[in-house]
């Protein structure tokens, strides 16, 4: 794993607090949330544990810090990648990261409920929204009638994997949360089948037809509100008169 510490050929001349947020940011993604102690993170800094504490109060206090800190760095670089023109691939400006451990990390936070996060990925949403919109209209992404929709599922997707990411380097050999990934073999073996989904499909168009008709909303009084059913009739009376004799 690539450290968030700066070269190590060159003066380290973060301030302390930076090296705490830098060291947690490290163990939370190599160790994970639970595991990680105040302890653990002031060892990694090469800091007492009293240090940590007078700076954040909390590991509460340390994560919310860092969890800020990544989503600045990936909004740094979402804007970047935006200034250069329009990208299919919401993780990829992450992985030119100054911070080594990022992709570890989100894997590690991403499940779980805190506001940074859920900014970050709403913001993730709105960069994909945008991006897809200049690709419609430097005409190498087709439009979409839900263009929201589109960027909100495919930025999920992406996600997913991350969050999944020992699945996919078990299965496909290739493990995304590497900052050094490159172009190559591994990353072909996700890259090819995730481009082949986006550019050619997978469902036969007649297929996708009767699948997208069928999800077509019905009118308001068959769904939700629909009015309740009407009561089965009654069964028919059973006479207890006596037959008149002769008739029976």
């Given at each position: 794993m690539r450290s968030?510490?700066?070269?190590?050929?060159?003066?380290?001349?973060?301030?302390?607090?930076?090296?705490?947020?830098?060291?947690?940011?490290?163990?939370?993604?190599?160790?994970?949330?639970a595991a990680t102690t105040v302890r653990k993170v002031a060892a990694a800094a090469g800091v007492s544990t009293g240090l940590v504490i007078h700076y954040f109060g909390s590991m509460d206090g340390l994560r919310a810090e860092c969890d800020d800190f990544i989503a600045a760095d990936i909004r740094q670089r979402r804007t970047e990648a935006l200034s250069t023109g329009p990208g299919a691939?919401?993780?990829?400006?992450?992985?030119?990261s100054k911070v080594g451990s990022l992709m570890r990390y989100l894997a590690r936070v991403l499940a779980e409920d805190s506001a940074s996060v859920n900014t970050l990925v709403d913001e993730m949403v709105a960069d994909a929204e945008e991006c897809l919109q200049r690709g419609v209209e430097n005409g190498t992404l087709?439009?979409?009638?839900?263009?929201?929709?589109?960027?909100?599922?495919?930025?999920?997707?992406?996600?997913?994997?991350?969050?999944?990411?020992?699945?996919?380097?078990?299965?496909?050999?290739?493990?995304?949360?590497?900052?050094d990934l490159?172009?190559?073999?591994?990353?072909?073996?996700?890259?090819?089948?995730?481009?082949?989904?986006?550019?050619?499909?997978?469902?036969?168009?007649?297929?996708?037809?009767?699948?997208?008709?069928?999800?077509?909303?019905?009118?308001?009084?068959?769904?939700?509100?629909?009015?309740?059913?009407?009561?089965?009739?009654?069964?028919?009376?059973?006479?207890?008169?006596?037959?008149?004799?002769?008739?029976?």
């Amino acid at each position: 794993m690539r450290s968030t510490r700066p070269d190590d050929r060159a003066p380290d001349d973060r301030t302390p607090r930076a090296r705490i947020r830098d060291a947690a940011i490290d163990c939370f993604a190599e160790l994970g949330i639970a595991a990680t102690t105040v302890r653990k993170v002031a060892a990694a800094a090469g800091v007492s544990t009293g240090l940590v504490i007078h700076y954040f109060g909390s590991m509460d206090g340390l994560r919310a810090e860092c969890d800020d800190f990544i989503a600045a760095d990936i909004r740094q670089r979402r804007t970047e990648a935006l200034s250069t023109g329009p990208g299919a691939d919401p993780l990829a400006a992450m992985r030119d990261s100054k911070v080594g451990s990022l992709m570890r990390y989100l894997a590690r936070v991403l499940a779980e409920d805190s506001a940074s996060v859920n900014t970050l990925v709403d913001e993730m949403v709105a960069d994909a929204e945008e991006c897809l919109q200049r690709g419609v209209e430097n005409g190498t992404l087709r439009p979409s009638i839900d263009p929201r929709g589109q960027a909100a599922v495919l930025t999920i997707w992406s996600l997913g994997a991350l969050v999944l990411h020992r699945h996919l380097e078990r299965i496909l050999g290739v493990d995304i949360t590497d900052p050094d990934l490159a172009p190559g073999p591994a990353l072909t073996a996700y890259a090819g089948p995730a481009l082949e989904i986006l550019s050619q499909g997978v469902l036969m168009e007649s297929f996708a037809r009767t699948v997208r008709e069928s999800l077509v909303a019905s009118p308001v009084d068959d769904v939700g509100t629909a009015s309740p059913a009407s009561p089965a009739p009654p069964p028919p009376r059973t006479s207890t008169k006596k037959p008149v004799k002769g008739l029976a």
